[in-house]
């Protein structure tokens, strides 16, 4: 089983910038999926980001296209979300996961996080006006 550990969270002011990392025990090309997810208290878990292994696909929920990039490095251990333009609502905690279903990929309603069985233990993003 992958073990996912994420970090680069933190405390940013509207307008500013961070960078999240998710170190994995094994190779992402083991996986069909990498992504990033978010949720805040109260509320279902949302995917952000996802990233398909096989092809480099990528997929941004709407809220944050043009402002979140997802990317690996070349030894595909680590993923990263590089997060510009934050806002207030982005503060949440976010999560790496990896998917082996070949159902991962987001369908109508996007990432659904119940085709997605392996988790980090999060990062907080906290995002003041």
């Known amino acids: 089983q992958v073990q996912l550990v994420e970090s680069g969270g933190g405390s940013v002011q509207a307008g500013g910038s961070l960078r999240l990392s998710c170190a994995a025990s094994?190779?992402?090309?083991?996986?069909?999926?990498m992504g990033w997810f978010r949720q805040t208290p109260g509320k279902e878990r949302e995917g952000v980001a996802a990233?398909?292994?096989?092809?480099?696909?990528?997929y941004y929920v709407d809220s944050v296209k043009g402002r979140f990039t997802i990317s690996q490095d070349k030894a595909q251990t680590t993923l990263y979300l590089a997060m510009d333009s934050l806002k207030p609502e982005d503060t949440a905690m976010y999560y790496c996961?990896?998917?082996?279903?070949?159902?991962?990929?987001?369908?109508?309603?996007?990432?659904?996080?119940?085709?997605?069985?392996?988790w980090g233990q999060g990062t907080q993003v906290t995002v003041s006006s």
């Open positions: 996961a990896t998917s082996p279903f070949v159902d991962c990929w987001p369908g109508r309603r996007g990432l659904d996080p119940a085709r997605w069985p392996y």
């Open positions: 094994t190779y992402f090309y083991n996986y069909n999926c």
């Open positions: 990233v398909y292994t096989g092809g480099g696909s990528t």
